[in-house]
Each structure stands twice: as structure tokens, then as C-alpha cells.
């Protein structure tokens, strides 16, 4: 273990570093543990940092973070959520599926806040589950403003004092929209939390996320009425007031990631796609003219999400002419300030410092030092990339997880040599492409049109 300290490589705590090396063999975006593993991306860190800064500064960015399944993109995000955490942002993340839209009818709009809100996260929750405690530390700290002026909390006085530096602060929260009514169940939750009153407390956090289908319902538990409820339609005004609540209550913004944004792509129903991208696009126009301060949003895809001109954000006139490259944009110059990101092959001395630091957390993990040579973490690394088209296409998810598998197996067959593992592992795939290549030859090829190929 000294040694391994002595190679750079810190100690880590033993939940996160079994959490982490797990993931890695699962081939799935560690939620803690990131930066352990972090290789590169220097420039595109640096870019998104930039942003955060922005926000501080009470304005709002977007950006598109755009790569193949696997090369990073989920992981950048999870990256930048720990830099966001630590610098005293509040951060909430959610991943795209059939059953969570930007825009959709159902609940599937509504679905996606909900996921925001359970994983909304501060320095204090990384884990998410945040809601109640933010809230919580903003009351503390308006009593603590309150007793710095002198004024007892044992005296009637403290009770009143407080009242009106809760109003002071969610006053601006009126003008916004939906702002009444948000900032009217914050008021109720203050005073259920101050009082004790369990019950009330609850509901008001149930109206906060977004879990009323009905008014009537929320007038019900709430024990007063409110005008609207959080639902499909307007979710996304009651993030922008999140994230103004955010810097009124102490911290620095919050930045919103949402990922696996080909789900978007993959809606089949034209209408029903093109309304998804018009959230996107207003999305866009908020934060770029500063109708949305303290929010950044960071969205994840595929090349396909963005540049196909049939479903993918470029087949949305709005949105294409504010995300298409410029003629200038060039291969091989670098652009890192406009809104899309796009990531980068590792370069091959990334990928062997990626598997060397693996090597060293998987020595630490099981406390001894895995079979392996320097010589031979090259020999893994050149196998990857002798693969056709891995030269432009390998990702860290897939080369990751095959060289996982090779420390298990080694760690697990003490009688298993290094060329016994990789050696047979390259033959028998050999083998099975060969074979592949023959069928697939042997195959007509009718050019069939699918259902996904039809717009409706």
C-alpha cells in the first residue's frame, strides 16, 4: 500500500473504491469515484468549469455533450456533478427513457422533474435526497440572521423576525412564473417545520416534487389552495425557480444533467418528437439570454441525436441553425465555447495511463499487486486497437471492461499466464468474426424498411 501512495495513486475509501471498480467491470458510469480514473478531457473540463463560473455570476448556460455509447459522456457528466458539489453548487441528474420526455403527455413530462428532484444533490447529500435538507439549512441560516440581530429565539419576537426574512427572500419568487405558488408552499413548509407539523411538512415537499396528479388533491393535504400543480406542461418553469431559489438560499446555481438524450431521437410520432425539441429550444434561448439565471443545463447524446437530419436535433430547423458547425470549424482546430461538445477519441497514451491507474486501484482494492507487466498492459492495449476500425472507434467503456476481465481472471487462475488469457481470448474472437463474415455473405441482403423508418 505505501508503495502504491508513493506511485501517486491516493488511498480511497474502501465503499467508494469497491463501488467504483465494480462499475468499471459493469461497464456503467461510477456515481462516486470519478475522478480517481479521470484521464484527459483536460480542455473539455475546463470548458464546462468555465460555465459554472458563469452561473455564479447569476447567468445561465447549455451545453451538448456529444459522443459514441461509451465514450465518456455519462462519466464527464458524473465528473463535473463532484466539481459542481464541491464548489457549493446544487446539482440534479436524470436519464431519458420511454417513460421520462422533456414534453409529453401522461406524466412523462412531469416524470423527468420528478427523477431531478429525488437525485437533487448539495455538498452536504451527494447521494441526491436533498430536498428536504437545503430547505432545512436556509431556515437555520435565516435564524441565525435573525439572532445576529440581537434578537432571543426564546422571545415572541424571534417568531415574527423570521417570518419576515422568509418573505423578504421568496418576494422576488412572486414575479416569476408559478413563483406565487412555489413561493407560498415554501412559506407553508417553513412554518410545518417550525411548528412540527409532520404531516404538513410532507405535503408541501410532495407538491415541491412534482407527486400531485390533481388541485383538489393538493388543496386537500396542503389546507389551502394553490392555482397550479407541477405537472407536464410546466415543469421545466419550475426548475428555472429552483435554481433562483438556489442562490437566494445561499448556494452558488444549480446545473441539471440530463442524459441519454437518443431516447429523444428514438420517439417514433413526428409531432411528438418535434415537441420534445421545442422544449429543447426553449430551453436553449432561456439560458443563452439570461431568462434563466443560476441554471446550467449540460445534455448528453449520440452523433445521431444531433446531426440526423431526419429525427435528430438537426432535423429542427430552430435548432440546427444554432448547433451546426460553422464552415470555419474546421477538422483539427479545436472549439471548445460553443454549445456542443464533442468528445474526442483518448489518445493512445490516455488509454494506457487509463488501464495503469486501474492496475494500481485494483492492487489497492485486493491488496496485492495484480500479474501484470508494464510490457504487457502495452501488449493489451496494442490487441484493442488492432481491431478493425478501433483506431477512430474504441471506447474507454468497452476496452475497460475487457482489461477488468483480464485482472479477474489472473487474480482468480494463479496458473493463468497473461499470453494464456488475451492469446486464446484473440483467437477464439478471430474465429468468431470469421465465421460471422461467412454468413453474413452467404445472406441476401433485402433493403426492408422498418416502422422506426417511417415518420407518421
Known amino acids: 500500500m505505501e508503495n502504491m501512495e508513493r506511485n501517486g495513486i491516493p488511498k480511497v475509501p474502501k465503499r467508494i473504491l469497491t463501488s467504483l471498480l465494480a462499475s468499471v467491470s459493469a461497464g456503467v458510469v461510477p456515481r462516486a469515484g470519478a475522478p480517481y480514473i479521470a484521464i484527459g478531457r483536460r480542455d473539455e ?35 463535473i456533478r463532484g466539481y459542481a458539489l464541491e464548489r457549493d453548487f446544487l446539482t440534479a441528474d436524470a436519464d431519458l427513457s420511454p417513460e421520462r420526455r422533456l414534453y409529453g403527455t401522461g406524466g412523462s413530462g412531469v416524470a423527468t422533474y420528478r427523477e431531478l428532484m429525488k437525485n437533487l444533490a448539495s455538498k452536504a447529500s451527494p447521494d441526491g435526497g436533498a430536498l428536504s435538507r437545503i430547505i432545512a439549512r436556509w431556515i437555520g441560516e435565516l435564524q441565525s440572521r435573525v439572532s445576529a440581530k440581537g434578537i432571543s429565539p426564546d422571545s415572541p419576537a424571534f417568531a415574527d423576525a423570521l417570518g419576515r426574512a ?147 436535433l438537426f432535423s429542427y430547423e430552430a435548432l440546427r441553425s444554432r448547433l451546426c458547425d460553422s464552415r470555419f470549424a474546421l477538422e483539427g482546430f479545436k472549439n471548445l465555447i460553443g454549445p456542443v461538445i464533442r468528445l474526442r477519441r483518448l489518445s493512445d497514451d490516455e488509454l494506457f495511463a487509463l488501464i495503469s491507474r486501474v492496475t494500481k486501484l485494483y492492487a489497492q482494492q485486493y491488496g496485492q499487486e495484480p ?40 487474480m482468480q487462475n494463479p496458473n493463468a499466464s497473461f499470453e494464456d488469457v488475451v492469446g486464446s481470448a484473440v483467437t477464439l474472437k478471430t474465429e468468431a468474426q470469421l465465421e460471422e463474415e461467412r454468413e453474413l455473405q452467404a445472406k441476401p441482403t433485402p433493403n426492408k424498411v422498418t416502422i422506426d423508418d417511417i415518420d407518421f
Open 371 to 410: 500479474r501484470i507487466t508494464e510490457e504487457q498492459m502495452v501488449r493489451f492495449l496494442q490487441i484493442c486497437l488492432s481491431r478493425a476500425g478501433a483506431d477512430s472507434m474504441i471506447t474507454p467503456r468497452e476496452m475497460l471492461r475487457d482489461y477488468m476481465t483480464v485482472l479477474n481472471i489472473l
Open 45 to 79: 473540463i475546463a470548458a464546462l468549469l468555465s460555465d459554472l463560473e458563469a452561473v455564479n455570476d447569476g447567468g445561465g448556460s447549455m451545453r451538448f455533450l456529444i459522443g459514441r455509447y461509451g465514450s465518456g459522456k455519462s462519466f464527464l457528466m458524473q465528473l
Open 166 to 312: 422568509v418573505s423578504d427572500d421568496l418576494r422576488e419568487m412572486e414575479f416569476l412564473v408559478g413563483g406565487f405558488d412555489f413561493s407560498r408552499v415554501i412559506t407553508a413548509y417553513y412554518r410545518a417545520y417550525t411548528d412540527g407539523d409532520d404531516d404538513k411538512r410532507s405535503a408541501c415537499l410532495r407538491w415541491l416534487r412534482g407527486e400531485y396528479s390533481t388541485k383538489t388533491e393538493a388543496r386537500h393535504d396542503l389546507g389551502f389552495s394553490v392555482s397550479v400543480i407541477i405537472d407536464d406542461d410546466n415543469w421545466y418553469d419550475f426548475l428555472k425557480l429552483w435554481a433562483a431559489l438556489s442562490r437566494t438560499m445561499g448556494y452558488r446555481g444549480l446545473v441539471v444533467f440530463v442524459d441519454e438524450c437518443v431516447n429523444l431521437y428514438k420517439i417514433s410520432h413526428r409531432v411528438s418528437r418535434e415537441n420534445n425539441y421545442e422544449k429543447i429550444l426553449s430551453m436553449f434561448n432561456d439560458t443563452l439570454q439570461g431568462r434563466a439565471p443560476g441554471l446550467a443545463l449540460i445534455l448528453g447524446g449520440t452523433p445521431q441525436f444531433l446531426e440526423d437530419t431526419r429525427r435528430g
